[in-house]
């Protein structure tokens, strides 16, 4: 069973930056599709980015050029430096990860279509 952790959420002001991370464990395989998602408040879940195991990787239009996904030091760890931070960037961001076939790593972002879940961490940007 996959099991993934988010940590590095907190509180910062417009402008500031986060590292988010996200810890997995219990996933043997060699190809895979990971992303992060936001949620904030009364708003519907959206993709933040994603990342293959072939090196592909994907941001929503709001994030681009401000935020970088990216495979940590160790192999099983998840990446989301946030820079320039903005209030409508506060939200509480989650780690999802699944087999990267037979579903393209792009439909299971854009879908949200992911079977592997983390519980979050908090983002909070203050102006």
């Known amino acids: 069973q996959v099991q993934l952790v988010e940590s590095g959420g907190g509180s910062v002001q417009a402008g500031g930056s986060l590292r988010l991370s996200c810890a997995t464990s219990?996933?043997?395989?060699?190809?895979?599709?990971m992303g992060w998602f936001r949620q904030a408040p009364g708003k519907e879940r959206e993709g933040v980015a994603a990342?293959?195991?072939?090196?592909?990787?994907s941001y929503a239009g709001s994030v681009n050029g401000r935020f970088s996904i990216s495979q940590g030091t160790t192999r099983n760890t998840l990446i989301l430096q946030m820079d320039n931070l903005k209030p409508e960037d506060t939200a509480m961001y989650y780690c999802?990860?699944?087999?990267?076939?037979?579903?393209?790593?792009?439909?299971?972002?854009?879908?949200?279509?992911?079977?592997?879940w983390g519980l979050g961490t908090q983002v909070t940007v203050s102006s």
């Open positions: 999802a990860a699944d087999a990267l076939l037979p579903v393209p790593c792009d439909y299971r972002w854009s879908h949200g279509d992911f079977g592997s």
């Open positions: 219990g996933y043997t395989g060699s190809r895979y599709c």
């Open positions: 990342i293959s195991s072939a090196g592909t990787t």
